[in-house]
């Protein structure tokens, strides 16, 4: 497999270049399944004196049914590879068809109930600690409004980055 253990503190990398610009999958498992998406909205930081990660997921997507069964997901990056594939698991729905095997991703286990998959340059297991939707009356800039037209507004999960590995 060809990874390490790191600390958060040694991910090199800029945050918004790794989410915003060359985007990440969250992969999470449920009843022995495993359904991943890509994402661009989300950050690493710390909070509670931990590290963590936050992510942000629709409740329409199918990933949505496996971050709220499973107590931990995976945050893969590829730096910048992987497009296609990155542009596939955030086209297609895993509801409607095997999407991982479209996008030609092979699954790597990274313990139980963290998958990721071949190729990723960092890997952050992940297990939840925080959640809440994000709700319009607490937005001061009433104009984020306008990204949840069909009022499908985001669950944020505030996770804690338990592993990182690294190529
Ligand atoms: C570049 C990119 C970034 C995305 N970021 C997010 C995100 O942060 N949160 C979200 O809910 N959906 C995001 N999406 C949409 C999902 O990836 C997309 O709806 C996906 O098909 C859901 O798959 P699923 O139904 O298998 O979960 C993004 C899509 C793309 C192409």
Redesign the pocket.
């Known amino acids: 497999m060809g990874y390490r253990r790191t600390e958060p503190e040694k991910l090199s990398g800029n945050t918004f270049r790794m989410i915003g610009s060359d985007?990440m999958l969250v992969t999470a498992e449920a009843d022995g399944k495993v359904?991943t998406?890509?994402?661009?909205?989300?950050g690493l930081g710390v909070l509670w004196g931990r590290p963590v990660a936050y992510i942000?997921?629709?409740p329409q997507?199918?990933?949505y049914e496996f971050t709220e069964a499973s107590d931990r997901l995976t945050l893969t990056f590829f730096g910048g590879r992987e497009r296609e594939a990155l542009?596939l698991?955030?086209?297609?729905?895993?509801?409607d068809c095997d999407?991982i095997a479209k996008a030609g991703l092979v699954p790597v286990s990274f313990g139980d109930g963290f998958t990721s998959f071949e190729g990723a340059e960092a890997v952050l297991c992940c297990k939840k600690i925080y959640t809440d939707l994000i709700k319009p009356e607490c937005m001061l800039d009433k104009s984020i409004d306008a990204n949840y037209a069909k009022g499908d507004y985001?669950r944020m999960y505030v996770v804690e980055i338990t592993d990182v590995y690294t190529k």
Request: hydrophobic fraction near 30%.
């Open positions: 985007w359904n998406m890509t994402a661009s909205w989300g942000f997921i629709r997507r199918y990933t542009k698991c955030g086209t297609l729905s895993g509801r999407k985001h």
